[in-house]
């Protein structure tokens, strides 16, 4: 089953514009990881937050985490066409560190 | 910098043949695990290993699925007598030890059962 949960499902934005998307997810975690997928390809590993820290930037992206809610968000700032991909967040287990649940992803467009 | 490397990228096959698929990971990297993914949704857990040992199988993994790292390198993942529902992509990740530490991902192997 997975634990995460990405909303919205699909977001469709301009080129310089904001992305936002949540993730919710259900039990205590060590960290948790944002990832890019496109199409057809792997994953890619974007960032990761652990339970201690509340926000975290790398380039464009902010992530932020409120583990009283077990809920982060993901923003990618002034955004690019090749940005175009699929965002999952995953969690590993408080317990099963190497064990990471992702959720059902959020597909973001955007166009030029 | 050589990442996970997967093979093969594609696999067509008819139902009831079995299909091996090998993962390369990077090779620091004690520990490796296998997802499967099926469209419109993330990866499920299938297995991991530390160095050579499995240490977990999801329940996802039927006795048809078997995995194996020899010496704690490449892994293979066999799955015997093919079903229709077994067409997913299997994807592989290795990383270091570490409650921290980032897995990354190979592109897959996608597996069509005609």
């Known amino acids: 089953s997975q634990q995460g949960e990405e909303d919205p499902q699909a977001l469709s934005i301009q080129e310089g514009e904001n992305a936002t998307m949540n993730c919710s997810y259900k039990t205590s975690i060590n960290n948790l990881q944002w990832y890019r997928q496109n199409s057809g390809r792997g994953l890619v590993h974007l960032i990761l937050i652990r339970s201690n820290e509340r926000e975290k930037h790398s380039g464009r992206l902010r992530v932020t985490l409120d583990t009283s809610k077990k809920s982060s968000s993901l923003l990618i700032t002034a955004s690019r066409a090749a940005d175009t991909a699929s965002y999952f967040c995953a969690t590993d287990a408080f317990s099963n560190d190497y064990k990471l649940s992702f959720g059902a992803g959020t597909t973001v467009t955007v166009r030029a | 910098d050589t990442g996970v490397s997967q093979n093969p990228r594609h696999k067509i096959t008819k139902r009831g043949q079995n299909v091996t698929f090998r993962c390369d990971p990077i090779s620091e990297h004690n520990r490796l695990y296998w997802y499967r993914q099926t469209l419109g949704q993330g990866p499920e857990f299938l297995t991991y290993f530390q160095n050579e040992a499995q240490l977990e199988k999801s329940r996802l993994l039927s006795d048809r699925f078997s995995a194996e790292r020899p010496k704690g390198s490449f892994s293979t993942l066999e799955i015997q007598r093919t079903e229709q529902g077994d067409s997913a992509m299997y994807l592989c990740?290795?990383?270091?030890?570490?409650?921290?530490?980032?897995?990354?991902f190979g592109d897959g192997t996608r597996l069509s059962i005609l």
């Open positions: 990740a290795s990383s270091l030890e570490g409650f921290d530490q980032p897995q990354h």
